[in-house]
């Protein structure tokens, strides 16, 4: 009832607190071209445990906002135009804050979990893996 | 000194799980 394959079904959470759940999830997500959204989850993970003191901190949050919010790509897409505004703002005036990007990791949480989680427990990458 | 794109990488490989 606790295997690896039981809490991968139990929330997107659990799936991805799993090394060989989240590998797989990301597979099935490059398969569908939106790799980034789990990229950019992980990102914001990280970034909130980064230090503020750290010079490199700033460093990093101007290289998620470049790679994922100011583009085209699947995130930017995803975001609201406020939440992508505020962000903006963030950066451009050098406000940095371990939670700057929270907001927009929970926008990208909820998308991935109304459709590429639903869809992934369903895909033939789970399914054989299973 | 390290590029953004290696510092991203950093932080997205260290908010990852690990093998248990």
């Known amino acids: 009832p606790d295997s690896p394959l039981a809490r991968w079904t139990k929330s997107l959470r659990s799936l ?15 398969r569908e071209r939106c790799e980034d959204a789990l990229d950019f989850w992980f990102a914001c993970n990280g970034f909130r445990q980064m230090d503020l003191q750290d010079a490199k ?5 101007r290289a998620i906002y470049k790679r ?12 609201r135009a406020a939440t992508r505004a505020c962000i ?41 893996y299973v | 000194i390290d590029s953004e794109d290696d510092l991203l990488q950093e932080c997205i490989s260290s908010a990852m799980p690990k093998k248990k």
């Open chain 1, 57 to 61: 901190t700033r460093r990093v949050a």
């Open chain 1, 16 to 30: 991805l607190a799993d090394q060989d759940g989240a590998h797989l999830f990301r597979t099935f997500l490059e």
């Open chain 1, 88 to 128: 903006r703002e963030s950066v451009k005036k050098q406000r940095i804050e371990l939670r700057m990007f929270d907001q927009a990791q929970t926008e990208i949480e909820g998308g991935l979990e109304e459709s590429a989680y639903r869809a992934f427990l369903t895909s033939d990458i789970y399914l054989d």
């Open chain 1, 68 to 79: 994922y919010v100011e583009g085209r790509g699947v995130v930017a897409e995803h975001l």
